[in-house]
C-alpha cells in the first residue's frame, strides 16, 4: 500500500501528461527560390491547438487555448517562451496605443531604425484578400480539391486546393478550434507578432474573413505568390485522428519564460 501511495505522490509532483482525442495534420513547405523544405505539424483536441514549426528559419511552436482565450509562443532555437493571458494581452495593445501616440508627437526627433521598426506598426497593412473559387480541381494526393485563388489589390496572392469536410472524413464542427484561433489571431496579434521573433510565423493563420480555410474545408495544398511570382508551396502529407498528448500544450520543461521587449531602441 505503501508503494502504491508513493506512486501516486510522484505522478501528482512531476506532473501527469494525458492524452486526449485530436486531430494531427503535417504538411511541408517547399521554398521555391532555393528549394529548402520545413514541416509544420498542427495538433488539436477540442479546445486546444499547437502550430509546430521547423526547418527553414523558423524553429518554433504557437499554443492557443479557446477555453481561456491565451496562448503561448516558443522558441525552440532560443529555449524560450512568452505567454499571454487576457489580461497580459490586453495590457500589452495598451503600450503598444501609447507607443503609436508617442511616435505621432516625436517621431522626428527618433532614430531612423526606431522610427521604421514602429512605422510598420503605424502603417499596418489593411489590404483585404478576395477569394474566388475558380471551377477548377485537382487531386492532391489521395484527396479532390477545389481551387481557390486569393488576390489583394489586383494582383494574385494565393492559390489554396481546399478538400472538403466529407473528403477527408472528418466533420467540419471537430476543427472549431481552429476558426477560434484564427478570429483570435486578427483581434489580438496584428500589433503583437511583430514584437516576437520569427514574425513570419504567424502569417499562416492571418487569413481574411473570405478565406475558405476551414469554413468549405482544409487546405491541402497552398501555393504563394510575390509580386505574383510563386514563392513557396505548402502540401499536406496527411490528416488524421489520434491521441494528442498534453505535453503538446505546453512549453518544453527547462525553457526560460521571457516577457516582450517594448523597447524599440
Do not use: C
Not at 105 to 128: G, I, Y
Not at 168 to 182: R, Y
Request: no cysteine.
Amino acid at each position: 500500500m505503501k508503494k502504491i501511495l508513493l506512486s501516486i505522490l510522484l505522478l501528482v509532483v512531476t506532473g501527469i501528461a494525458y492524452s486526449a482525442d485530436g486531430i494531427v495534420i503535417v504538411s511541408k513547405t517547399k521554398d521555391l527560390s532555393d528549394g529548402t523544405i520545413s514541416s509544420t505539424n498542427i495538433y488539436m483536441t477540442e479546445s486546444s491547438v499547437a502550430l509546430e514549426n521547423e526547418g527553414a528559419k523558423d524553429n518554433s511552436t504557437f499554443i492557443f487555448n479557446s477555453d481561456k482565450q491565451d496562448f503561448t509562443y516558443v522558441d525552440h532555437k532560443k529555449k524560450e517562451y512568452y505567454y499571454f493571458d487576457q489580461a497580459t494581452m490586453q495590457q500589452l495593445k495598451q503600450q503598444i496605443q501609447m507607443l503609436m501616440m508617442m511616435f505621432k508627437q516625436f517621431s522626428a526627433n527618433m532614430p531612423e531604425e526606431q522610427k521604421k521598426k514602429l512605422s510598420k506598426f503605424m502603417n499596418k497593412d489593411e489590404t483585404v484578400m478576395e477569394f474566388v473559387d475558380t471551377g477548377a480541381s485537382e487531386k492532391i494526393g489521395k484527396w479532390n480539391s477545389k481551387l481557390y485563388e486569393g488576390s489583394s489589390n489586383g494582383q494574385k496572392a494565393t492559390d489554396m486546393f481546399i478538400a472538403s469536410f466529407k473528403t477527408i472524413g472528418i466533420a467540419k464542427d471537430e476543427f472549431k478550434v481552429m476558426e477560434s484561433l484564427i478570429s483570435y489571431f486578427r483581434t489580438n496579434l496584428g500589433e503583437i507578432a511583430g514584437f516576437l521573433p520569427q514574425e513570419s510565423s504567424f502569417s499562416q493563420i492571418g487569413f481574411d474573413d473570405s478565406s475558405p480555410v476551414f469554413k468549405e474545408g482544409v487546405p491541402v495544398k497552398t501555393i504563394s505568390y510575390n509580386n505574383e511570382l510563386a514563392k513557396n508551396e505548402n502540401i499536406v502529407e496527411s490528416i488524421k485522428r489520434a491521441s494528442v498528448s498534453s505535453t503538446m500544450f505546453q512549453p518544453p520543461s527547462g525553457y526560460t519564460s521571457k516577457k516582450i521587449n517594448m523597447n524599440m531602441k
